[in-house]
C-alpha cells in the first residue's frame, strides 16, 4: 500500500542521485527531527540510552544525536509521520470501485446478498456468519472529521519550513551567543541572519536611524528565539510546532 503523508514528506534521492540538503528541509517533519535535536531533555535521554522521564517518547523517537536525517527518517520518522488507515465503515458497496486492495480477510467481509431471498432467511445467514466470523471485540470507532490526521504523530498545525527555518537558525546563534567569551548585541545576530535586509543599518543613514533599525532588529531576534525556545520544548511532549 502507498505511504501518504497529510504534508510534503523529505526527499532524498538515490544512491547515484542525492537530492540536495534543500529537498529534506522542504518538509515540516525534517524541522520536527532538528527542533527535536535542541532539547535537552531529550538529549539527555538519549545519552541515558533512553532511560529516564523521556523513555516513552525515545521508544518511538529514538536516538537523534546522528546528523543524518536520512537514517533517522528510515527507521524512524516514516512510521510516525505516515497516515494510518482509516477504521472501516458499516456500508453497503454499490460499485466496485470502493473495494480497497488493502482489505484483508480478517478486516472485512464481502458478501453477495441475493434481495431475491426471503428476509428471514437473510437474517439467518448473517447471524450464523458473524458467529463464526465476528471475534466480538469493540471496534475503533471512525473519525468524525475526514481530514484528521491518523499519523502516529500529525503536525499540530499548518507551519511554514522558511518560518521554522529561520527560527532555529536564530535559537542556534543566540544558544552559541550565550557561549561566547565575546557576546554580540542582538541586533548584530539579526544582522548577520539577514532577518529583515531593510533594517539592516547603512553608512547613509542617521544616527536615530540607525538605533531604529538596531532596535528593530534586536525585537525580531527576541521574538523568534522566544517562539523557538517553546517549540523546542514542546517536542519533549511530543508536540510540533508549538502554538506560539
Known amino acids: 500500500m502507498r505511504t501518504v503523508f497529510k504534508a510534503q514528506h523529505a526527499l532524498f534521492g538515490t544512491v547515484n542521485n542525492r537530492q540536495p540538503l ?63 488507515p482509516k477504521a472501516l465503515l458499516l456500508k453497503e458497496l454499490v460499485t466496485k470501485d470502493e473495494w480497497l486492495d488493502e482489505w484483508t480477510a480478517s478486516q472485512v467481509l464481502i458478501v453477495a446478498v441475493p434481495l431475491s431471498l426471503p428476509k428471514n432467511q437473510i437474517d439467518k445467514f448473517f447471524s450464523r456468519l458473524l458467529k463464526a466470523r465476528h471475534s466480538g471485540r469493540r471496534g475503533r470507532r ?59 543599518p547603512n553608512i547613509k543613514d542617521s544616527p536615530s536611524a540607525t538605533a531604529d533599525k538596531r532596535m528593530q532588529l534586536a525585537s525580531t531576534v527576541s521574538r523568534y528565539y522566544k517562539q523557538a525556545r517553546g517549540i523546542v520544548d514542546a517536542t519533549a511532549d511530543g508536540v510540533f510546532p508549538a502554538k506560539v
Open 142 to 200: 471512525a473519525l468524525s472529521d475526514d481530514n484528521a490526521s491518523t499519523a502516529r504523530y500529525p503536525l499540530n498545525r499548518n507551519v511554514s519550513v522558511a518560518t521554522l527555518k529561520t527560527q532555529l537558525a536564530v535559537y542556534d546563534a543566540i544558544e552559541a551567543n550565550k557561549k561566547a567569551d565575546k557576546k554580540r548585541a542582538l541586533a548584530d545576530i539579526g544582522i548577520s541572519l539577514r532577518l529583515q535586509p531593510n533594517n539592516i
Open 22 to 84: 534543500s529537498k529534506q528541509q522542504a518538509s515540516p517533519y525534517y524541522w520536527w527531527w532538528a527542533f527535536l535535536r535542541r532539547n535537552q531533555r531529550y538529549i539527555a535521554c538519549c545519552n541515558q540510552m533512553g532511560s529516564g522521564e523521556l523513555a516513552a517518547l525515545y521508544e518511538d523517537f529514538g536516538d537523534v544525536r546522528d546528523e543524518d536525517f536520512r537514517l533517522w527518517w528510515t527507521a524512524k520518522g516514516v512510521a510516525l509521520f505516515k497516515e494510518q
